[in-house]
């Protein structure tokens, strides 16, 4: 019986583990402090989800809204991309709200809105998981 001459190691041997680094800056993504919020709707109405800052602290996201369905879900993350795109320019998550309400999307230049944010929609909510609940009715 002949050997085979491949070298079988690389099959075989376990990989080396090479950390990349601690990724880009990003808010907070949980909170339980009271939030404000902007509801982000697409151009039949439906609201996809809603943008949110969290009061005294760097915490904000976006919240989708299962009813929504993929457009819901595509929007999450164009949204997740302004998020990073924001904090990397030093905006504090206090004025998120006030320069996504006045901003002509995307900001982000890998950002791909199905959406943009409701004019005159912002309000508050006791904390997160009043938001959580709001978008999945």
């Known amino acids: 019986m002949a050997t085979d001459p491949r070298d079988a190691r690389r099959t075989t041997e376990d990989l080396p583990f090479k950390p990349a680094g601690p990724g880009p800056a990003r808010y907070a993504a949980t909170t339980g402090r009271p939030v404000r919020y902007l509801a982000v709707g697409d151009g039949t109405g439906t609201i996809l989800g809603y943008l949110w800052v969290a009061d005294g602290e760097e915490a904000a996201g976006f919240v989708r809204r299962p009813a929504a369905g993929d457009d819901g879900g595509n929007e999450a993350v164009a949204w997740s991309a302004e998020l990073r795109d924001a904090k990397s320019r030093g905006v504090p998550a206090a004025g998120l709200l006030a320069e996504f309400a006045r901003a002509e999307l995307p900001i ?30």
Not at 110 to 131: F, K, M, Q, T, Y
């Open 108 to 137: 982000a230049q890998n950002a791909r809105h199905l959406g943009a944010v409701i004019p005159g929609s912002e309000a508050r909510a006791d904390d997160l998981d009043d938001l959580k609940h709001l978008a999945a009715r």
